[in-house]
């Protein structure tokens, strides 16, 4: 990039970063990660004392990618009835050979797509090739996202959804019909019964999915807890699972391997980064019976991936702003 700040807001991030960019750099950054080449610094999470806010910065280097950089932002559940998305952020790079202010880049969007080619990546190394059901626990603003990113990973048939609100299933129901798969709510049981991946993307803070719901050779990728004390499966499902993460110090803190890890019914060392898959140092999935499970907590280094990926595509499409700072 040259010199100057560059300003990509959220409509042009939109425009520019679709789910297979997303999911390039992703993978790459989970790949760098596993080999060293990049990493993320603490995460500072707090609550502000005011309009109920959560805020805080993810932040990380990577070096393989040259992204030096931070998300600021948090969640304000005040904002939907401004007519305002809850979580805002925003991210900042910086030039990893100067420290100079590069980017400016709208997060939201950003924030969902890099969750969604997560779970996404996930797939496309663990899953079976042949699964043909998704099923969808969770129904909320990522939870379109999500589908949408998996449905290009398998050749799926149909899509199973429950959530706990089911007065938002429908708005699922309609971007299975846009994507031509067909669509049923269904029990919990039924989900379990039914489908070959799962996706839960809630903010549960107690086991939606329980293990003797679930079948043999099922992937399932857990995507909402990403925070202490939250929760979407039962403990015992990563016990019988073959367990990968984005990030293992995360899984074990904040990431759905905090509650087996805490009843000792797993061991840290039983988790495997996804990078490691993505390298092809670790085989992923051994057997077609065998239930993996990925715990994606969400890194600051996916969001700079994102990010960089839209500053660089906006300013070669001539839809950035540069000032001078
Ligand atoms: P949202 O508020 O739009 O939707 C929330 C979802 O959780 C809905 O399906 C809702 O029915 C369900 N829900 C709400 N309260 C619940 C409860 N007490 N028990 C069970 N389910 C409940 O949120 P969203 O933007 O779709 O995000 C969903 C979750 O994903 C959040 O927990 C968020 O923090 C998390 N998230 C994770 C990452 C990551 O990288 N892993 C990234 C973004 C968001």
């Known amino acids: 990039m040259s010199e100057g700040l560059l300003i990509v807001g959220e409509e042009v991030c939109a425009q520019v970063v679709n789910s297979k960019d997303a ?6 950054v989970f790949g760098a990660m596993a080999r060293g080449d990049a990493y993320n610094f603490p995460v500072i999470r707090e609550a502000i004392g005011y309009a109920d806010a959560l805020y805080g910065f993810k932040s990380g280097f990577d070096k393989a990618g040259k992204t030096l950089g931070v998300k600021s932002g948090g969640y304000w559940p005040g904002n939907m009835a401004k007519g305002l998305t809850n979580h805002q952020s925003t ?3 910086f030039d990893p050979d100067t420290g100079m202010l590069q980017a400016l880049v709208g997060g939201n ?4 797509v890099r969750t969604a080619a997560s779970s996404s990546v996930s797939i496309a190394h663990l899953a079976r090739k042949d699964a043909k059901v998704l099923g969808m626990v969770g129904a909320g603003h990522q939870s379109t996202f999500q589908l949408r990113a998996a449905a290009e990973q398998r050749d799926f048939e149909k899509v ?4 706990p609100h089911p007065e938002m299933l429908p708005k699922l129901g309609a971007v299975a ?8 709510a269904v029990t919990q049981e039924e989900l379990g019964a039914q489908a070959d991946v ?6 549960a803070f107690e086991p939606l999915m329980m293990k003797d719901w679930i079948k043999p050779g099922t992937h399932i990728a857990c995507m909402g807890t990403d925070t202490k004390g939250k929760q979407e499966v039962d403990p015992a499902i990563l016990a019988s699972a073959r367990v990968f993460a984005d990030e293992i110090a995360q899984s074990i803190t904040i990431g759905e391997a905090q509650h087996a890890i805490a009843a000792g019914q797993i061991a840290e060392a039983d988790i495997t980064p996804i990078g490691a898959v993505i390298n092809g140092d670790h085989a992923g999935r051994s057997s077609a019976d065998e239930i993996t499970l990925f715990d994606g907590t969400g890194v600051g280094l996916q969001d700079l991936a994102v990010a960089s990926v839209a500053a660089h595509q906006a300013e070669k499409q001539g839809k950035a702003t540069r000032v001078a700072l």
Request: aromatic share 16%; proline share 0%.
């Open 177 to 184: 019909k846009e994507l031509g798969l067909d669509f049923e």
């Open 23 to 28: 999911f390039d750099a992703v993978e790459a």
């Open 160 to 163: 199973v959804a429950w959530n």
């Open 109 to 112: 969007y950003l924030t969902a």
């Open 91 to 93: 991210i900042f790079l």
């Open 198 to 203: 799962i996706i839960t993307i809630t903010s």
